[in-house]
C-alpha cells in the first residue's frame, strides 16, 4: 500500500519505471563482484569512517531540488534500521554502528552548514548526489544554471578532501581563512534523474544499510526503541499520579 499514492502521483507507467530501476540494483547487488559491488563500496567506505576514522555524522548532500526530501527518506532509512545497540547473539556492541544523518539541498546547505564542513572542529562524512545533465529540453539559460549547481557539487567535494592547497596563494592566507581538507566524502552521479535512476538510487542506499547491518551483527528489521516509546505515553495516561498533576486526562464529570 505504501506504494499505492507513489503510482497514482506519478502514473503506473512511471511507477513501473521506478520499480524496474531499482530491480536492476538489486540484480546488480545480488551478481555483481564485491570490488564492483556498488552497495557493498558505499557500505564499506562508510564503516571505515564510522569505525576506523570515528567519524559520527554524515550529511546528504544532493545537488537537485526534485531530491529534496530524499535527505529526510535516508535519515529513517538508516537510523531507523541501524540505530542499534545489541548484536543478533543479543550482546552490547563494543563499537559505533549507524551514525547521526542529516542532510540539505547543496545549494542551501552551502549558506547553511557547509562552513562547519570545511572548518568546524566536528568531522562529517558526505554524500555528494547529482545528475550529470538536465534540463537538455528546456532553455539554454536552465542548462547554464545545472552546469553552475553540478560545479559547486564538484568543487566542494574537491575542497573537503584537498583544503585550500588547490588554491593560488592560499598559505599566505591568514589562519581562519585556511581550510584543512582532509573530510571524507563520496560523490554519486546520475546521468540525469529518471523514475529509473531514482529507483536505483533508493535501492542502492537500502542494500548498502543492510551491508552494514551484516557487518555490525544487528538486526536491520526491528525498531524496539521506538515500540517503546510509542506505548509509554499510555502508560502515563492510565497513571493516577499524572492524571493529578493533568487534570485534563481524568474522564468529565457527569
Given amino acids: 500500500m505504501i506504494g499505492f499514492p507513489i503510482a497514482l502521483h506519478i502514473g503506473m507507467e512511471n511507477f513501473q519505471r521506478l520499480l524496474a530501476g531499482a530491480h536492476n540494483m538489486d540484480e546488480h547487488f545480488r551478481t555483481a563482484e564485491l570490488t564492483d559491488n556498488l552497495p557493498v563500496l558505499l557500505a564499506l ?48 556492541t563494543d563499537y559505533r554502528t549507524c551514525p547521526i544523518l542529516w542532510g540539505e539541498i547543496g545549494s542551501n546547505a552551502q549558506h547553511a552548514f557547509y562552513q562547519l564542513l570545511h572548518q568546524g572542529t566536528e568531522a562529517v562524512m558526505c554524500d555528494f548526489i547529482v545528475p550529470a545533465q538536465r534540463y537538455q529540453d528546456a532553455s539554454a539559460e536552465l542548462q547554464q544554471q545545472h552546469q553552475l549547481a553540478l560545479a559547486n557539487c564538484l568543487a566542494q567535494s574537491r575542497l573537503l578532501a584537498l583544503g585550500d592547497s588547490i588554491l593560488d596563494a592560499a598559505e599566505q592566507a591568514p589562519a581562519h581563512k585556511r581550510y584543512q581538507g582532509n573530510q571524507p566524502s563520496s560523490t554519486i552521479m546520475l546521468k540525469s534523474l529518471n523514475p529509473e535512476t531514482l529507483g536505483e538510487l533508493i535501492a542502492l542506499y537500502e542494500h548498502k544499510v543492510f551491508v552494514q547491518s551484516v557487518i555490525w551483527n544487528i538486526n536491520p528489521f526491528d525498531q524496539w526503541g521506538l515500540s517503546w516509546a510509542k506505548s509509554l505515553p499510555l502508560n502515563y495516561f492510565r497513571n493516577s499520579a499524572m492524571k493529578a498533576i493533568l487534570p485534563w486526562t481524568a474522564p468529565p464529570q457527569a
Fill in 45 to 92: 567506505t562508510d564503516i571505515w569512517n564510522i569505525n576506523f576514522l570515528d567519524i559520527h555524522a554524515h550529511a546528504i548532500l544532493p545537488y537537485d531540488g526534485r531530491l529534496s526530501h530524499l535527505p529526510a527518506y535516508l535519515e529513517q532509512l538508516e537510523m531507523e534500521s541501524n540505530g542499534k545497540n545489541v548484536s543478533l547473539d543479543g550482546q552490547q
